[in-house]
């Protein structure tokens, strides 16, 4: 800052509360912060620290409006410079908003043009992913989150269920899984409905086309060595994964040969 510059000196304390709108306040803020030298650490401290509860009010705000790809957009570039305990407590009050606009508007039985609804499919994919950040912060699981976490995948499942199963298959399989552990009574058709997934995927991937793709395929096969040990699979059932392990292995282990045969790119 050039300290011949005319200017006007005003306390940090009414700077911060000065009565102006929202995003003039902000980004008045910004450009203060901009020209504070290095050694004026206490006023940068307060100005980020104004400018990060404006961040979090003007997410919040995107989310209670119904706007949930703003916010979830917003999120994920506040997110990593949040302090885990803040981070808890700002999830645990997007969670009910999340809650209203993805579970309850749609009601018990969403229609099915609802339920297709890819914008809707991909924000129960991320609220679900949220909560699983929020269930590894710091914090005590209420029964109302535990509720909102089974709530949230099971319609995240029928959501993905009702999507093309080229682009779904690898979500709808994840978020399975993970309701056979939120809600155990989901057991009787959620494991038939990842075997059936796992089988045709590895079937799948097993084409000249599928090959190409050993990311997958290596996930997929994880996913059915997981599942020979469930108790509950039938004989032939158990029997068709292993196999499809075999097949599934055998094509990655061609794959790898391939790319060593394969002369560098030039």
């Known amino acids: 800052?050039?300290?011949?510059?005319?200017?006007?000196?005003?306390?940090?304390n009414q700077l911060l509360a000065l009565p102006l709108a929202?995003?003039?306040?902000?980004?008045?803020?910004?450009?203060?912060?901009?020209?504070?030298?290095?050694?004026?650490?206490?006023?940068r401290l307060a100005l980020e620290q104004a400018l990060q509860a404006h961040e979090l009010r003007r997410l919040e705000a995107r989310f209670d409006a119904g706007e949930l790809e703003a916010g979830f957009s917003l999120l994920d570039g506040l997110a990593p410079e949040i302090e885990p305990e803040l981070l808890a407590e700002l999830l645990s009050r997007l969670m009910p908003?999340?809650?209203?606009?993805?579970?309850?508007?749609?009601?018990?039985?969403?229609?099915?043009?609802?339920?297709?609804?890819?914008?809707?499919a991909e924000c129960l994919w991320l609220a679900d992913q949220w909560m699983r950040r929020l269930e590894a912060l710091p914090g005590l699981a209420s029964e109302l989150r535990l509720l909102m976490a089974e709530h949230l995948c099971r319609y995240a499942v029928v959501a993905w269920l009702a999507q093309p199963p080229a682009v779904a298959r690898w979500r709808t399989l994840d978020?399975?899984?993970?309701?056979?552990?939120?809600?155990?009574?989901?057991?009787?058709?959620?494991?038939?409905?990842?075997?059936d997934r796992l089988l045709q995927a590895v079937q799948e991937l097993q084409q000249d086309d599928g090959i190409a793709d050993p990311q997958h395929l290596a996930a997929l096969l994880q996913a059915c060595a997981a599942m020979e040990h469930d108790?509950?699979?039938?004989?032939?059932?158990?029997?068709?994964?292993?196999l499809a392990v075999f097949r599934g292995r055998a094509a990655i282990d061609v794959w790898q040969n391939l790319e060593q045969l394969s002369p560098p790119a030039q």
């Open 22 to 43: 929202a995003e003039p306040l902000a980004s008045l803020w910004r450009e203060l912060l901009r020209a504070l030298p290095a050694e004026a650490s206490r006023e």
């Open 1 to 12: 800052m050039n300290a011949a510059a005319p200017g006007v000196w005003i306390p940090l």
């Open 175 to 195: 978020l399975l899984q993970r309701l056979v552990m939120l809600l155990p009574e989901a057991r009787s058709w959620a494991v038939p409905a990842i075997r």
């Open 97 to 120: 908003k999340l809650h209203h606009a993805l579970v309850e508007l749609a009601g018990p039985n969403p229609a099915p043009e609802v339920a297709a609804d890819p914008r809707r």
């Open 231 to 242: 108790p509950c699979l039938p004989q032939q059932a158990r029997e068709a994964l292993q």
